[in-house]
Nanobody
Framework: QVQLVESGGGLVQAGGSLRLSCAAS????????MGWFRQAPEKEREFVAA????????YYSDSVKGRFTISRDNSKNTVYLQMNSLKPEDTAVYYC????????????????WGKGTLVTVSS
């Protein structure tokens, strides 16, 4: 069973930066695609970014492209989300997610989820 634990959330002013981390348990992390999703108050959860098993393929939503960067360190079983130029509309609970598949396929979704970390961006 894979467990995902997010960290790094907090309060930041608009224009600032945060880096989220997601630590994964298990020995198969390096073969799994990982991703970040977010859910703002009274809104549905939405895709933010994903990365394939090697880090060679990355995917972003249009709303964060050019501002956020997803990366991974397979030696540490950790995936990161570097968030720059933050906006108040980025305020949400951010969830780490994973799948046994080596690459992210939106139609198949994700199979494992963390409990989330809150990011609040003040104006």
């Amino acid at each position: 069973q894979v467990q995902l634990v997010e960290s790094g959330g907090g309060l930041v002013q608009a224009g600032g930066s945060l880096r989220l981390s997601c630590a994964a348990s298990g020995r198969t992390f390096s073969s799994r695609a990982m991703g970040w999703f977010r859910q703002a108050p009274e809104k549905e959860r939405e895709f933010v970014a994903a990365i394939n098993w090697s880090g060679g393929n990355t995917y972003y939503s249009d709303s964060v492209k050019g501002r956020f960067t997803i990366s991974r360190d397979n030696s540490k079983n950790t995936v990161y989300l570097q968030m720059n130029s933050l906006k108040p509309e980025d305020t949400a609970v951010y969830y780490c997610a994973g799948t046994p598949r080596g690459d992210y396929v939106p139609a198949y979704g994700m199979d494992y989820w963390g409990k989330g970390t809150l990011v609040t961006v003040s104006s």
